[in-house]
Nanobody, 122 residues
Framework: QLQLVQSGGGLVHAGGSLTLSCAASESLSDYYGVAWFRRAPGKEREGVSSMRNSDGATFYVDSVKGRFAISRDNAKKTVYLQMNSLRPEDTAVYYC???????????????WGQGTQVTVSS
């Protein structure tokens, strides 16, 4: 049973950077993909970034391209989301996820972290 434990998050000013971590209890290579989602107040959960574990291919929603980077450390069984040039509209609860699919829909993922708040002030 895969467990994902998130850390990081917090409050930053616009233009700042923040890194989120998602530590897995098992090797993430056993799963097709990992992803980061976010849920802003009053909004549906939105896929932000994903990575195909087989080859490390990465994908980003248009709004974060060039600013966010998903990465992983296989030895630490941890996936990261490096967020740069943060904007107030990035404010949300961020979740890491893993599963045997890869896409922008939350139902494609079976395992989820607990979520962590990211707040970007003006």
């Amino acid at each position: 049973q895969l467990q994902l434990v998130q850390s990081g998050g917090g409050l930053v000013h616009a233009g700042g950077s923040l890194t989120l971590s998602c530590a897995a209890s098992e090797s993430l290579s056993d799963y097709y993909g990992v992803a980061w989602f976010r849920r802003a107040p009053g909004k549906e959960r939105e896929g932000v970034s994903s990575m195909r574990n087989s080859d490390g291919a990465t994908f980003y929603v248009d709004s974060v391209k060039g600013r966010f980077a998903i990465s992983r450390d296989n030895a630490k069984k941890t996936v990261y989301l490096q967020m740069n040039s943060l904007r107030p509209e990035d404010t949300a609860v961020y979740y890491c996820a893993a599963g045997q699919h890869l896409g922008w829909l939350d139902y494609e993922y079976d395992y989820w972290g607990q979520g962590t708040q990211v707040t970007v002030s003006s």
